[in-house]
């Protein structure tokens, strides 16, 4: 009797305080869709890329993924999410709203599992050179019509390449820039 009484004892703990992991994975794209110099369609073939995320993703399966140096323009966004994402009967990837206020020719973009996750907002932290994105996730829990659930905050950068000191300057100041948000 007593091991009838801890077994069940023992199983409603478990399941009172289950618990559940989000993945999250960033990745630098690398000019997605961009061309020029010596970036060529033929080196930098988005197709061949999404290939080759397809296989990343399918391995990781992350609920969050977050990426920079995509090329400026909704179609890349959307691409990337039909074309290695959801594919092979994946359905449940969504992406954040397209952002670039800065104008940058690379933006970034954060991907979602819509059956864990669901965007609550998303802004922008700072636009000076490129865009700061912030955005805020929240979990999908059993208790959400009890209003239990956890936020996520990501904050998705790629700060200003370089080692001259005026690239240092601006790496400083958008990083500053982005401080000052979040602290408010």
């Known amino acids: 009797m007593r ?3 801890f077994s069940l004892f023992f199983l409603i703990n478990s399941l009172l305080f289950a618990q559940d992991t989000i993945k999250v994975m960033q990745y630098n794209l690398l000019n997605y869709g961009n061309y020029y110099n010596d970036c060529t369609e033929s080196n930098n073939n988005v197709a061949d890329k999404n290939e080759y995320l397809k296989t990343i993703i399918q391995y990781v399966k992350p609920d969050i993924f977050a990426v920079n140096e995509m090329g ?3 179609n890349y966004q959307s691409l990337l999410l039909n074309d290695a994402l959801n594919v092979d009967g994946v359905n449940y990837y969504q992406k954040a709203n397209y952002s670039n206020e800065a104008n940058s020719y690379i933006v970034n973009m954060l991907y979602y599992n819509s059956e864990k996750l669901v965007l609550k907002s998303q802004s922008t932290a700072q636009t000076f050179i490129r865009d700061i994105d912030v955005y805020e996730l929240y979990y999908k829990s059993s208790d959400l019509e009890l209003g239990d659930t956890a936020f996520i905050y990501c904050v ?13 300057s601006a790496r400083t100041n958008m990083v500053n820039n982005s401080l000052s948000y979040l602290n408010g």
């Open 3 to 5: 091991l009838i009484f």
């Open 72 to 74: 400026k323009g909704q």
């Open 156 to 168: 998705v950068a790629h700060l200003k390449a370089g080692s001259d000191p005026s690239d240092i």
